[in-house]
């Protein structure tokens, strides 16, 4: 199992992070997100990847929903934080060859940019999607 964040800023800033994807072969703008360490709850997971791939962190993380990726596969869940009030607290802590931007976009924006394509991600689109249904 895996988690994704949204991480809004209190300027309702989305953080996100740009990094180039082997399978895709091309740069992609995602909400950081990861897997789920043995014996670690989702939610610290979280905390954890928000922290590693962005340096931000939240007063807490709400969990907005849950997908299963693929459910013909895997049995495997990816689940969606948000992190409001979300502000830099400590540097990226990329590991082994990982390559990260963090990039703030306003949340207002968020929808157009899926609709141009320049948001991918399936499983980031689903995360937006239950953020819309939260709000």
Known sequence: DWVNVIPVTAAGDVV??????????STTLE?????IDPG????????RELLEETGYAAPAVTLLGSVNPNP???SNHCSTWLAADAA???????E??????????PLKEIP???????????LVIAAFHWHALAT
């Open 31 to 35: 909400i950081p997100g990861g897997m």
């Open 16 to 25: 996100m992070v740009r990094q180039y994807r082997h399978g895709a072969r």
């Open 40 to 47: 670690e709850s989702a939610e610290t997971a979280a905390a």
């Open 88 to 94: 830099r607290i400590a540097p990226i802590r990329n």
């Open 72 to 74: 013909a596969l895997f």
């Open 96 to 105: 082994g060859a990982e390559e990260t931007q963090v990039v703030l976009v």
């Open 112 to 122: 157009e940019r899926i609709r141009r394509g320049e948001i991918t991600h399936a």
